[in-house]
């Protein structure tokens, strides 16, 4: 008896340290492919290692700065009602201390990567000193808080380029910053409809008018500098331009009809229009791009 009951705990801690790590939320360094994608580089076997080498450090480390997250703000956690029962720290699943080693073999894995990828290394740096200055402090901050979670998003797609030493487009960059400010926006938007002011301190200094009219900014700049990236650079991928209106217009839907987008991550694995549409949009693109197809 006492045995399955150590058996059962054992379990969940060790559940509850997968979820420490978060990995749906890994989806968001697919960002870090897109240079690999748009160069067509996606045949070359060193590219593309290089390119998974830097998704992967970019796993870690977004990993690592979900801890540092939830052990900072693990009291305040535990008294909302819902982090207190899905974050392991705040649900007493996971210990403090479990959760410290734990970010020390992240943090250890990141070296080691920082050694084998030196440039990389760089704009992981970066990263990690943008994301720990917005647990402390860019997340109190309103307009700057989205800003720094649209950043670094921009980072991931420098680190691709960097991985691979090539120079991206300045219009995948703002685009990129267009795309990821939507999506910050949206959170936002979802967080006050769902939980109010309550939920994030920062909340309260935002309106749902005001983050709807910054949502529909972003969005419509990313759509334009998309259009203008295609059809300036890569005109063959014309064809991906109504999948990207596609996905921005569905993406409203499931954030007003269904109640998503408070997880952009969730919102798109959960509806499987959105999901086939990113995986449409990606086999297009590699078709298209395919060296010689072009």
């Not at 060790?14 to 990995?23: F, S, Y």
Request: charged share 15%; glycine share 6%; proline share 4%.
């Amino acid at each position: 008896m006492t045995h399955g009951v150590a058996e059962v705990a054992s379990t969940a801690r060790i559940r509850g340290a997968i979820r420490l790590l978060r990995p749906k939320q890994w989806v968001k360094n697919a960002f870090v492919l897109a240079p690999l994608m748009f160069t067509a580089k996606f045949l070359d076997a060193e590219a593309l290692g290089q390119a998974l080498f830097a998704c992967f450090l970019f796993c870690v480390a977004s990993s690592a700065t979900y801890i540092v997250n939830d052990i900072y703000d693990v009291e305040q956690d535990r008294l909302h009602p819902r982090k207190s029962k899905t974050r392991p720290i705040a649900a007493g699943i996971v210990s403090v201390r479990a959760a410290g080693i734990l970010l020390s073999v992240l943090y250890a894995i990141l070296i080691v990567g920082a050694l084998m990828a030196p440039r990389v290394a760089v704009v992981l740096a970066a990263y990690l000193v943008l994301t720990l200055a917005y647990t402390l402090i860019l997340k109190h901050q309103p307009v700057i808080d989205i800003f720094t979670i649209a950043i670094g998003f921009v980072l991931r797609v420098y680190a691709g380029a960097t991985a691979l030493d090539v120079p991206v487009s300045g219009w995948m960059f703002v685009t990129t910053l267009s795309l990821a400010l939507y999506l910050a926006a949206v959170k936002r938007r979802q967080e006050l409809t769902q939980a109010g002011a309550d939920g994030r301190r920062v909340l309260a200094s935002y309106s749902v008018a005001l983050v709807n009219r910054y949502a529909e900014m972003s969005s419509t700049g990313a759509l334009l500098f998309y259009s203008l990236f295609v059809m300036s650079t890569k005109p063959q991928l014309l064809v991906t331009i109504p999948l990207v209106l596609f996905g921005v217009f569905r993406y409203w839907y499931v954030v007003e009809e269904l109640e998503g987008g408070e997880s952009p991550t969730d919102a798109v694995l959960a509806d499987w229009q959105m999901l086939a549409t990113g995986l449409l949009w990606v086999a297009v693109c590699a078709w298209t791009l395919w060296p010689g197809h072009g």
